[in-house]
């Protein structure tokens, strides 16, 4: 599991100590996240980067707020924001996590530059937080006659995933050809339910039996032109 900061950790042990509060405290997952991708093509059709939006729930953004002092207007100063931003970025950054992020092209895994674009707003009528971040490709990749995969899970299972509506992903800027389709993951049985509600906050390493049933758990976004 990705290392945590004060600030993160503090987050984190509030909305436990909350989730005790209403005996969900046994229950992974602990943070759920309303997701959105945008591939970014350049001018000569390339694939440049992947941009992600995720929206988090009202519990975990209010917690994620505790002790930033508002300004006079209710609103989170602009700093604040990107204070807060800056420190998951850097968490996310632990490579057993890596922004929960793996992308292939036709099955080979490539590598990702660092983050770029990273902000994080807020929503003053839900006070729910959206963090919002680019993933640049370590080289611009020409997709022709190849499928580009993302895929979005976090292998502990401590956050998840959800990706509602029918445009979940944006193609911006690319060729007129490229169209894209969404494999959502397979619905857990009610044993592999209780087996996952088993798990306690702090258990970060799961055993392998789950992990397998983890990784059913991704979305996959494909990718052809």
């Known amino acids: 599991m990705i290392l945590l900061s ?12 909350c989730l005790c509060a209403v005996q969900y405290v046994h229950a992974h997952p602990h943070i759920w996240v309303d997701g ?5 093509f350049n001018n000569s059709g390339q694939v440049t980067a992947v941009r992600q939006t995720w929206r988090f729930d009202e519990l975990f953004s209010s917690y994620s707020l505790q002790g930033i002092q508002r300004e006079k207007n209710g609103l989170i100063p602009a700093a604040e924001l990107q204070a807060l931003t800056d420190q998951w970025m850097l968490n996310m950054a632990d490579p057993s996590s890596h922004f929960f992020t793996t992308v292939s092209v036709s099955g080979k895994e490539l590598a990702l530059l660092k983050p770029v674009r990273s ?5 003053a009528q839900t006070n729910q937080l959206t963090l919002s971040f680019e993933l640049p490709l370590s080289t611009p990749l020409v997709i022709a006659r190849q499928t580009f995969e993302i895929d979005i899970n976090d292998p502990s299972y401590f956050v998840a995933f959800d ?7 944006d193609l911006k800027d690319a060729p007129p050809t490229c169209r894209y389709w969404h494999i959502p993951p397979r619905p857990l049985d009610s044993k592999s339910q209780r087996q996952l509600g088993a798990l306690t906050p702090d258990q970060k390493e799961l055993p392998e039996n789950l992990r397998q ?8 976004f494909k990718v052809t032109c």
């Not at 902000?119 to 929503?123: A, C, E, F, I, R």
């Open 6 to 17: 004060i600030r993160w950790l503090r987050s984190l042990t509030a909305l436990l100590l």
């Open 163 to 169: 990706f509602k509506g029918a445009q979940v992903l």
């Open 213 to 220: 049933l983890v990784r059913q758990l991704a979305h996959q």
């Open 36 to 40: 959105h991708l945008t591939i970014l």
């Open 119 to 123: 902000q994080s707003t807020l929503d």
